[in-house]
C-alpha cells in the first residue's frame, strides 16, 4: 500500500474559533501590549495552579530572563540534560555562565538523579556548584522533581524546568507548570508542540521577586509600576529602566490564538496519550523500546520515540522517510554540536545520552494522525525490521 501523503512528526492543529480568535484582535485596538496577554497569562496560571504567568516571544527567550532572573552570571555554572533542543543550555551562555550537563537515565531518557547527586558531590569539593539546573521533561515525561528538589536543598542551586514538551502533563497528579518543586517553569508554544501560539512561551513561577524580574526583563528592565519607581515624586508620564532587559513580548494576536488553544488543550493531551497507548500495543512483539513510564507522571506526549533493538537506524529511518513517514531523531545530544565541541566536550563525555541517541526514532504523533496512518507506519516499520 502506498500512502500518498506525507505524514509529519509533529503538526498544530488549528480550528475556526482558532482562526476567529485572531481575527478578532485585528478588529481591536491592540494588536500588542493589550489585554489579551494578562488574559492568557492568568489562565495558564489558572491551568497550573501556579501564582504568576509572563508571556513572552518563544520559550528560549523565557530561559534566557529565566536565568537572568535567577541572577545568572559570569563565573556561574547551569547545568542541564544533553538530551534536550541546544536552548535548554544555550541560555546559560547569553547569560556569560558556563554549561554542563547531566547524562540521562537509560529508562526515561530525562537526567539521571543518581548521576546529579554524583556530580553535585564532586561539585562541592571543587567549588564548583552549579547556579541553576534545567531539568528537561523529555517528550513531555516529568522529570523527578521531588528528588531534584531535595538535592537542590542540600546544594543551593535554583531549578528552572524546562516544560517546553510538558504543557498538559503531571507529575504527582499535579499539573506541570505548578512549580511545586521548582522556582520557575518554561512553556513553549512552537507549533510542533502541545498547543501553540506560532510562536510564543510561558515562564510560570509562585515567587512574587522573581515574577517582578520576569515583568521587567521580558520589556528592555523597563517599568512604571510606582511602587518600583526610585523617583520621590515621579512625573505622571514617568517610567525607569531599572537593568538591561529585551523586547521579548508575545503579541495580542499570539495572546488570543493560546488562548484558544488552551481551551483544547485537555483534549490535545488525551488524544495523543490515546495514540501513544495504541503505538504501544502495535509495537509490543517488534524488536523495539517503547516509551517507559514512570509511576509518578503522566506524560504530555509531545513526542514518542522508540529504540532499535539490534538494527541498523539510519536504513529503517531512510525506508520510512522514502515511504512519506516523517520519522525524526531527538537529540541529537548538546554536547556533540561543533559549538559545544569547541567549548571543549568531546564524544564519550555522556555515554547514556549517546547509546540512547545511537538508537532512537522519534513517530509521528499528533492530534490530528489516524489510526489508518498509525497503521500504515507501524507496517511501515514492520517491513523496514524484516
Ligand atoms: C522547542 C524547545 C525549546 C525552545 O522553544 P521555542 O519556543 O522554539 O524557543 C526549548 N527547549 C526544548 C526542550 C524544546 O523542545
Known amino acids: 500500500m502506498e500512502n500518498k501523503t506525507f505524514i509529519p512528526y509533529g503538526r ?4 475556526p474559533q482558532d482562526i476567529d480568535a485572531v481575527v478578532q484582535i485585528l478588529q481591536s485596538e491592540y494588536l500588542t501590549q493589550g489585554p ?10 489558572n491551568d497550573c495552579n501556579a501564582k504568576h504567568a509572563i508571556a513572552v516571544s518563544n520559550a528560549t527567550a523565557g530561559l534566557h530572563i529565566a536565568c537572568l532572573a535567577a541572577g545568572l552570571g559570569t563565573g556561574d555554572w ?3 540534560s544533553p538530551n534536550t533542543f541546544v536552548a535548554s543550555a544555550n541560555c546559560a551562555l547569553y547569560c556569560g555562565a558556563q554549561v554542563d550537563f547531566v547524562d540521562i537515565d537509560p529508562n526515561t531518557y530525562n537526567l539521571s538523579i543518581a548521576e546529579l547527586e554524583r556530580k553535585l558531590i564532586a561539585a562541592k569539593k571543587e567549588n564548583r556548584l552549579p547556579k541553576v539546573v534545567v531539568p528537561v521533561h523529555f517528550a513531555g515525561q516529568a522529570c523527578e522533581m521531588e528528588k531534584i528538589k531535595a538535592l537542590s536543598n ?34 513553549s508554544f512552537h507549533p510542533v508542540k502541545i498547543i501553540t501560539t506560532g510562536e510564543g512561551g510561558m515562564v510560570l513561577t ?19 509600576d510606582a511602587s518600583q519607581l526610585t523617583q520621590e515624586s515621579p512625573a505622571p508620564w514617568a517610567y525607569e529602566q531599572l ?17 484558544s488553544q488552551r481551551r483544547q488543550l485537555d483534549a490535545f493531551v488525551a488524544k495523543r496519550r490515546q495514540l ?7 509495537l509490543k512483539d517488534l524488536p523495539v523500546i517503547t516509551p517507559w513510564q514512570h509511576p509518578e507522571t503522566d506524560s504530555a506526549f509531545h513526542l514518542y520515540v522508540i529504540r532499535l533493538k539490534a538494527h541498523d537506524r539510519l536504513s529503517v529511518f531512510q525506508h520510512l522517510k522514502s515511504q512519506g513517514i516523517g520519522v525524526n531523531v531527538h537529540y541529537i545530544p548538546v554536547h556533540t554540536q561543533p559549538y559545544y565541541q569547541k567549548l571543549g566536550f568531546h564524544w564519550g563525555d555522556f555515554p547514556e545520552a549517546e547509546a540512547y541517541y545511537h538508537s532512537v526514532m522519534t513517530l509521528p504523533l499528533f492530534y490530528d494522525l489516524t489510526e489508518t496512518d498509525q497503521d500504515f507506519i507501524v507496517s511501515t516499520l514492520k517491513n523496514a525490521l524484516r
Open 12 to 15: 498544530q492543529h488549528i480550528t
Open 36 to 45: 489579551a496577554i494578562a488574559r492568557f497569562e492568568q489562565s495558564i496560571a
Open 78 to 80: 547551569l547545568w542541564t
Open 154 to 187: 542540600e546544594y543551593e542551586f535554583l531549578i528552572i524546568e524546562d516544560a517546553a514538551h510538558a504543557i498538559g502533563g503531571a507529575y504527582q497528579n499535579q499539573k506541570i507548570g505548578s512549580c511545586a518543586y521548582s522556582d520557575m517553569t518554561v512553556f
Open 206 to 224: 509562585n515567587r512574587d521577586d522573581l515574577a517582578e524580574k520576569l515583568v521587567r526583563l521580558r520589556t528592555h528592565g523597563i517599568t512604571r
Open 243 to 259: 537593568e538591561l532587559g529585551l523586547n521579548y513580548r508575545m503579541s495580542d494576536l499570539q495572546a488570543a490564538l493560546g488562548e
Open 276 to 282: 501513544a497507548a495504541r503505538y504501544d500495543a502495535l
